[in-house]
């Protein structure tokens, strides 16, 4: 799979688009991913790396960044949330650019981190980021209880809220990051919090869930 991220600091529009480029893809429901009101700055290393958490479920056996040569370090990070990868390109061997973050974000869909309360189990000096998706519930088909975000998404097409939360705490975050706290995975996604956890420490990066 092909993945590209765009952003539009006119419109404060982040997408990530991906493109079949292996028989082992799975196409998403959804090809490009929009990330509204995003105002980060848009890191080589760690942007691919969210792109990777992101399309992990739909990625065959080859991930290409579209020419952003990445780290060793970052490509460890990659195998071990996708290790159904078998060529990984483009990487630099001899960029070693660990992050030294000193920052933590606490990052979760905004209903849950309003109902739950997951900045006062943190602590007052990480930041909250908060994110949502389609207003329309498909199960309820309106928008009862819905809760706007900072940054509002479609990435729940094709990905899990554990997967969204850390990836935009990297995109955010950016290489300030250290410390990153999202709520408690549900069951079905247990296994991917262990493992993108795993991959992240590569790049000096802690997740953790409150």
């Known amino acids: 799979m092909k993945l590209t991220a765009q952003h539009d600091k006119g419109v404060n529009l982040l997408m990530i688009s ?18 509204r009101h995003y105002r980060g700055n848009l890191d080589t290393e760690l942007g691919a790396v969210a792109a990777a958490i992101l399309f992990s479920r739909h990625c065959g056996a080859v991930a290409d960044f579209n020419g952003a040569r990445i780290s060793l370090d970052a490509a460890r990070a990659i195998r071990c949330i996708m290790p159904e990868v078998e060529e990984l390109f483009p990487i630099h061997g001899m960029k ?35 994110w949502s998706g389609d207003f329309v519930g498909g199960d309820r088909r309106d928008s009862t209880e819905y809760v706007g975000g900072d940054i509002f998404t479609n990435a729940t097409l094709i990905a899990g809220t554990t ?20 709520p408690p ?26």
């Open 96 to 130: 070693r650019d660990i992050g030294q973050g000193v920052s933590a974000l606490v990052v979760g869909e905004a209903q849950r981190m309003f109902n739950g309360g997951g900045v006062g189990r943190v602590g007052r000096s990480a930041r909250a980021v908060t």
């Open 18 to 35: 991906s493109a079949e480029n292996c028989d082992t893809d799975s196409w998403p429901m959804v090809p490009q991913l929009q990330f």
């Open 185 to 210: 995975p549900p069951k079905e996604e247990a296994k991917s919090f262990a493992r993108i956890a795993a991959g992240l420490e590569f790049v000096s990066v802690k997740l953790q869930s409150w």
């Open 163 to 182: 997967e969204i939360s850390v990836a935009l705490a990297l995109l955010v975050g950016g290489k300030a990051i250290r410390d990153i706290y999202v």
